[in-house]
Nanobody
Framework: QVQLQESGGGSVQAGGSVRISCAVS???????IQWFRQAPWKEREGVAV???????FYIGSVKGRFSVSRDNAKNSVYLDMNNLQPEDTAMYFC????????????????????WGQGIQVTVSS
């Protein structure tokens, strides 16, 4: 059974940086992790994805500010968020798929078989 454990997050001022981590257990290598976020009263949206060959994709609003990476030795995926803005305030979730092998866009919620518990990132102006 695949399990995801997020860590990091927190509160920062606008322009600051935060790293959130997603530790994966129960599966090794060649999996897809997509980061989602959900702000109060808004739908969950995918923001960044990494697949088995370490290809990545970002939505336009975070491209150039967010970076997703993988550490195979730790079986973890990271989301580094820079130049954060108040509109980035949300609960962030990592989600796992063993079936998504290529990345050309953000994948829909229904394609992911495991989710982290979510971690809060708050950006103040």
């Amino acid at each position: 059974q695949v399990q995801l454990q997020e860590s990091g997050g927190g509160s920062v001022q606008a322009g600051g940086s935060v790293r959130i981590s997603c530790a994966v257990s129960g599966f090794l290598r060649n999996y897809c992790i997509q980061w989602f976020r959900q702000a109060p009263w808004k739908e969950r949206e995918g923001v960044a994805v990494i697949v088995g060959d370490d290809s990545t994709f970002y939505i336009g609003s975070v491209k150039g500010r967010f970076s997703v990476s993988r550490d195979n030795a730790k079986n973890s995926v990271y989301l580094d968020m820079n130049n954060l803005q108040p509109e980035d305030t949300a609960m962030y979730f990592c989600a796992f798929s063993r079936d998504i092998l290529n990345v050309q866009n953000i994948a829909p919620v229904g394609l992911f078989e495991a989710w982290g518990q979510g971690i809060q990132v708050t950006v103040s102006s």
